[in-house]
Each structure stands twice: as structure tokens, then as C-alpha cells.
């Protein structure tokens, strides 16, 4: 069955680094786009960046361009988030998720693993 | 960005109960517009996507319908477990965008 488990969050202070992990399985990893998608505590769903099936094309949200790098590793069944210079803002739960194109509904979706930015 | 507004942002209703979220797109989205469930501590679900079309074993009390910028989601006959949060999202260009979301809680 299709799994999405995500990892790597935690408690990181402003201005620091983290790296976020998405382990796929029970589907051809290298034929879906995939994305991350963040909630804050108590807040909506904010979708931050899209990486096509094969990796050529990215794409981010205002809020975190230039910050944030969104990777694949087809061989590893692996999506990542790079996460730099983060602010108290970028505190939230962050989802990976599939979809078959760009334009697609997110069909599947990871448990989510929370970042807080905290000094 | 495209804006989409959702209403109303809380509902109260009993089991049994016919309800209907509504959510509108700031322009014109054609039909590229989907509908998630969250409950809380979890992952959203999908549960319709292009509008109108139900995501496989989702039950049949959920419809969608719509298209342009006036959407709706309307639950026929509300289950226990459906008390949860709603959100739309739009998939017609980047960056994508969801709701602000609409909270359903038992009267």
C-alpha cells in the first residue's frame, strides 16, 4: 500500500538549519510530483513547494522561496525539504504528499512532522 | 495568488443533518478544485477532486459540485464521523492555494 512516512522535524532556534526527510513506498516514486505542505498550530493548510516527477521542475511559495529547496532521490524513494535561515513563522506541522501531475489532487499524503522555530 | 474563501468558517449540526460549505475562488478556476477532510492530529483526506468527483471509497453522502469560482461541498445525511475541518484547494495555477477551512462540530 501506499506509504509517505516524513521525518526529521524538531526544536531548532531562528536562523538555523533543518532537513526535512519523506520515505515513499508502495508506488513508482519517479512517476508522481510530489510537494510539502505545512500547517502552524492551529491554523490551515499552506501548500510550500512542488517538485515534478523527475526533478527538473520546482517550484515555491513567496514565504519561503529563496530559503527553502525542495529535492528527490528517485534510487532512495526519498523526497527532502532543506530548510535555511528559518524564522518563528515556519513553525508548523509539514506534510509531504503525491500527486500524478502538477495539476492534480494530492491523493496521498505523509503523517507530518512538526518543526518549531524557538529561541 | 488565487484567494479562496470559505463559508462559513464553523458549522454546528446534528447527525442526520444536510450540510453545505461553499467556497469561492477571487478568479476563475474552471474546475480545478478539490476538497479535503482533516480530523485533528491527522493528515487531510481527499475526498473530491475536479469539483465534482468523488475520490474512490469515499462514501456517497459526500457530492461537490460547481465550477468558475462559486464551489460547493454538501454532506446529505451527517455521520459521527464526519465531524471534522473542510478545506478547498485550488490546483488551477501556482502557487496553489487551500481555504481558510471550515470547522463542523455536533450541535
Known amino acids: 500500500q501506499v506509504q509517505l512516512v516524513a521525518s526529521g522535524g524538531g526544536v531548532v532556534q531562528p536562523g538555523r538549519s533543518l532537513r526535512l526527510s519523506c520515505a515513499a513506498s508502495?508506488?513508482?516514486?519517479?512517476?508522481?510530483?510530489m510537494h510539502w505542505v505545512r500547517q502552524a498550530p492551529g491554523k490551515g493548510l499552506e501548500w510550500v513547494a512542488i517538485?515534478?516527477?523527475?526533478?527538473?521542475?520546482?517550484y515555491y511559495a513567496d514565504s519561503v522561496k529563496g530559503r527553502f529547496t525542495i529535492s528527490r532521490d528517485t534510487s532512495k524513494n526519498t523526497l527532502s525539504l532543506q530548510m535555511n535561515s528559518l524564522r518563528p513563522a515556519d513553525t508548523a506541522v509539514y506534510y509531504c504528499?503525491?500527486?500524478?501531475?502538477?495539476?492534480?489532487?494530492?491523493?496521498?499524503w505523509g503523517q507530518g512532522t512538526l518543526v518549531a522555530v524557538s529561541s | 495568488d488565487i484567494q479562496l474563501t470559505q463559508s462559513p468558517s464553523f458549522l454546528s449540526a446534528s447527525v442526520g443533518d444536510r450540510v453545505t460549505i461553499t467556497c469561492r475562488a477571487s478568479?476563475?478556476?474552471?474546475?480545478?478544485l478539490a476538497w479535503y477532510q482533516q480530523k485533528p492530529g491527522k493528515a487531510p483526506k481527499v475526498l473530491i477532486y475536479?469539483?465534482?468527483t468523488l475520490q474512490s471509497g469515499v462514501p456517497s453522502r459526500f457530492s461537490g459540485s460547481g465550477s468558475g469560482t462559486e464551489f460547493s461541498l454538501t454532506i446529505s445525511s451527517l455521520q459521527p464521523e464526519d465531524f471534522a475541518t473542510y478545506y478547498c484547494?485550488?490546483?488551477?495555477?501556482?502557487?496553489?492555494?487551500f481555504g481558510g477551512g471550515t470547522k463542523v462540530e455536533i450541535k
Open positions: 504528499a503525491r500527486s500524478r501531475y502538477s495539476t492534480s489532487v494530492f491523493d496521498y
Open positions: 508502495g508506488f513508482i516514486f519517479g512517476s508522481y510530483a
Open positions: 517538485i515534478s516527477y523527475d526533478g527538473s521542475n520546482t
Open positions: 478568479q476563475g478556476i474552471s474546475s480545478y
Open positions: 475536479a469539483a465534482s
Open positions: 484547494q485550488q490546483l488551477y495555477t501556482y502557487p496553489l492555494t
